[in-house]
T-cell receptor
Framework: GENVEQHPSTLSVQEGDSAVIKCTYS??????FPWYKQELGKGPQLIID?????GEKKDQRIAVTLNKTAKHFSLHITETQPEDSAVYFC?????????FGKGTMLLVSP | NAGVTQTPKFRILKIGQSMTLQCTQD?????MYWYRQDPGMGLKLIYY???????DKGEVPNGYNVSRSTTEDFPLRLELAAPSQTSVYFC???????????????FGPGTRLTVL
């Protein structure tokens, strides 16, 4: 079955710094890897995703990279802002479902 | 569109009681999911449904039941509540499964359940 390991569990950065969150997955047949952001008291929300036919995808200040050989993918946030503070989850596709990592709490200090 | 709505927002149950967590979506999504979120443990799938009348178990189904009689509604039933079911429960929906184009899962605001 699918298993996703996510690191680090917490990450503190200064405003304007970059943040990187890394995930490792187990199922080599997986082809879809989304990232969700959960703000305090709310449900998670999709922020970016990547499919296995590309190695990198960018959307303004966020980017995701995928290394299928090593079975890991990463979320990169540049020029962090206080509103980026949240819990971030990576996920791996399963059969019609997603398997989520345990989450990373990102704290951006002004 | 209201998106995915969940009721109640909070609930305290006594051990052995039963309750139903309600979930409704107005986006005409085929797929619906129930997750539980425990501190530091991420989101674990309880049950999911690929369409009305079809449900399937996720990673942690024990102690729960679901039904999907309509496209819009996907209630989660807890029978004989136990302290281990204390958690935050999220309902989500998507138009297609993970391999489809419209596979983004939209989450509700959650139900915080405490079993004492």
């Amino acid at each position: 079955g699918e298993n996703v390991e996510q690191h680090p569990s917490t990450l503190s950065v200064q405003e304007g710094d970059s943040a990187v969150i890394k995930c490792t997955y187990s199922d080599s047949a997986s082809n879809y890897f989304p990232w969700y952001k959960q703000e305090l008291g709310k449900g998670p929300q999709l922020i970016i995703d990547i499919r296995s036919n590309v190695g990198e995808k960018k959307d303004q200040r966020i980017a995701v990279t995928l290394n299928k050989t090593a079975k890991h993918f990463s979320l990169h946030i540049t020029e962090t802002q206080p509103e980026d503070s949240a819990v971030y989850f990576c996920a791996e596709e399963g059969y019609s479902t997603l398997t989520f990592g345990k989450g990373t709490m990102l704290l951006v200090s002004p | 569109n209201a998106g995915v709505t969940q009721t109640p927002k909070f609930r305290i149950l006594k051990i052995g009681q039963s309750m139903t967590l309600q979930c409704t979506q107005d986006m005409n999504h085929n797929y619906m999911y129930w997750y539980r979120q425990d501190p530091g443990m991420g989101l674990k799938l309880i049950y999911y449904s690929v369409g009305a009348g079809i449900t399937d178990k996720g990673e942690v189904p024990n102690g729960y039941n679901v039904s999907r009689s309509t496209t819009e509604d996907f209630p989660l039933r807890l029978e004989l509540a136990a302290p281990s079911q204390t958690s935050v429960y999220f309902c989500a929906s998507s138009y297609s499964g993970t391999s489809g184009i419209y596979n983004e899962q939209f989450f509700g605001p959650g139900t915080r359940l405490t079993v004492l």
